[in-house]
């Protein structure tokens, strides 16, 4: 069955260490979007990318970096940069740029 | 101003009701989305549309283009449809932009 796939669903990280997070899709989407959600917010864009070997900063990536080596993966990493990291984060794709979007299950960091 | 507003913000509902979610923007969009998520997190497409109305089982979406309006609909509500519904549409940098989403709870 084709869908995108985060891992891992709970992560426990340190204050001061950098963590990645995974996002693989295999629906053949061009587009693949990082979201930080909070309680009481709506989703944010950290980072998109349209197609392999480029992507784009949204509203909050400070503190974030990302890469699309690969059409299936756009891992986002969260650098000790990131003031407030402690979050769920949804990984989303669509075929086109603001195609219908198939999301991911999230990963909830948590960081102590 | 958000760009895009939802009401409710928390909606509980007895199982069998007739429910209507809003959503209101004020960005000119190509398609509008409605979602819905989990307690567990995950989210779900339920509607992508750009005009009109469509049906889905019990779900209903419409969207008013000139009022920048759409409302979803749940006939017949059920337990399970107690989730978190959010509205989005398509932003300028080809993301979506979300409203904060209406939390439903339906009561056996």
């Known amino acids: 069955d084709g869908g995108i796939t985060q891992s891992p669903k709970y992560l426990f990280r340190k204050e001061g260490q950098n963590v990645t997070l995974s996002c693989e899709q295999n629906l053949n989407h061009d587009a693949m979007y990082w979201y930080r959600q909070d309680p009481g917010q709506g989703l944010r864009l950290i980072y998109y990318s349209q197609i392999v070997n480029d992507f784009q900063k949204g509203d909050i990536a400070e503190g974030y970096s990302v890469s699309r080596e690969k059409k299936e993966s756009f891992p986002l990493t969260v650098t000790s940069a990131q003031k407030n990291p402690t979050a769920f984060y949804l990984c989303?794709?669509?075929?086109?740029?603001?195609?219908?979007?198939?999301f991911g299950q999230g990963t909830r960091l948590t960081v102590v | 101003k958000n760009e895009v507003e939802q009401s409710p913000q928390n909606l509980t509902a007895q199982e069998g009701e007739f429910i209507t979610i809003n959503c209101s923007y004020s960005?000119?969009?190509?398609?509008l989305h409605w979602l819905q998520q989990h307690p567990g997190g995950g989210i779900v497409s339920l509607f992508m549309l750009s005009s009109g109305k469509k049906k889905h089982g019990r779900l209903i979406a419409t969207i008013n283009i000139q009022e920048k309006h759409s409302s979803l609909h749940i006939t017949a509500s059920h337990p399970r449809d107690s989730a978190v519904y959010i509205c989005a549409v398509g932003g300028s940098q080809g993301n979506l932009i979300f409203g904060k989403g209406t939390k439903l709870s339906v009561k056996p």
């Open positions: 989303a794709s669509s075929r086109i740029l603001r195609g219908e979007a198939f």
């Open positions: 960005v000119g969009i190509s398609a």
